[in-house]
């Protein structure tokens, strides 16, 4: 575990709003709050450290129009740690990968930022240079490529051809060798076998004209800022057709944020 301080947080902002926010960046485990008259503050306890570590990427970022300050007395600010899904701090061990969800803390940082942008968040360009160095220097977690991998290859299972995964399958359908391109999805269901918010996105991303950068964006850890900012819209824009499938009005031109793990998730 590892904790935060969040300092000059706007008064008009809500403890759910602050919790939301840093809840893109892995499981927040508990969180208090004081206020004076002109700020908030807030502390922030992730059940892991690299949740942390991530959130100090947002100093100095904007939250409901306040630029705030974050910073830890549990990990460095000037110490990049391992990169998310990394268990070396720690002597716990995770439970092996599931092809039916991915915690925030496995994804890359670049990944995370871009989660962060596409729901409307301002995040600058210099702290996602940083992500893209920290992700650069340590690398994309064996536990997230594991992940990707396992889906990959699950998905391509599930639709009776176990020897090619779902991604070889969608690249020769896009060359028309598979015939109508939803075909697979809609008579085998394979977004529904995902539970979480990213198997769904990811599968659909790679069923379109963008296949061969989402794919990329994912696996290879060297990007440039406006890589994040493509993925970010990529995203947005998946986020939009879902709201709108689930009785939205196609107009809107915001839509509400929402916590990373709940994401996309349709009402019961």
């Known amino acids: 575990m ?13 403890d759910e709003q602050i919790v939301k926010f840093f809840s893109f960046c892995g499981k927040v485990k508990a969180s208090s709050f004081e206020q004076d008259t002109t700020h908030r503050t807030a502390y922030i306890e992730f059940e892991r450290e690299s949740a942390a570590r991530t959130a100090l990427l947002l100093n ?43 915690v925030q803390e496995d994804k890359p940082r670049t990944a995370i930022l871009a989660q962060y942008l596409a729901h409307g968040y301002h995040i600058g360009d210099e702290a996602i240079q940083k992500a893209i160095d920290l992700d650069s220097k340590h690398g994309i977690s064996n536990r997230f490529i594991t992940y990707l991998h396992q889906f990959d290859e699950g998905a391509g299972k599930r639709t009776g051809n176990a020897d090619l995964p779902l991604s070889s399958q969608l690249y020769e359908k896009a060359q028309g060798l598979f015939g109508k391109a939803k075909e697979i999805d809609t008579q085998k269901g ?13 599968q659909k991303a790679l069923n379109s004209p963008y296949a061969a950068k989402v794919q990329s964006f ?4 060297h990007k440039q800022v406006l890589d994040v900012h493509e993925e970010a819209l990529r995203i947005a824009a998946q986020k939009k057709d879902t ?17 990373a793990d709940t994401d996309e998730k349709k009402p019961a």
């Open 60 to 102: 100095g970022g904007n939250l409901e129009g306040s630029l705030i300050e974050v910073s830890s007395n549990d990990v460095d600010n000037g110490v990049a740690g391992p990169p998310p899904g990394s268990t070396a701090n720690t002597t716990t061990h995770s439970p092996p990968p599931s092809t039916e969800h991915v």
């Open 243 to 259: 709201f709108v499938n689930n009785g939205g009005d196609v107009n809107a031109t915001s839509i509400a944020k929402a916590p």
């Open 190 to 202: 394979i977004s529904e076998k995902s539970t979480g918010w990213f198997g769904p996105y990811y």
């Open 218 to 221: 994912y696996t290879n850890a």
């Open 2 to 14: 590892a904790s935060i301080l969040v300092t000059k947080i706007a008064t008009g902002t809500t």
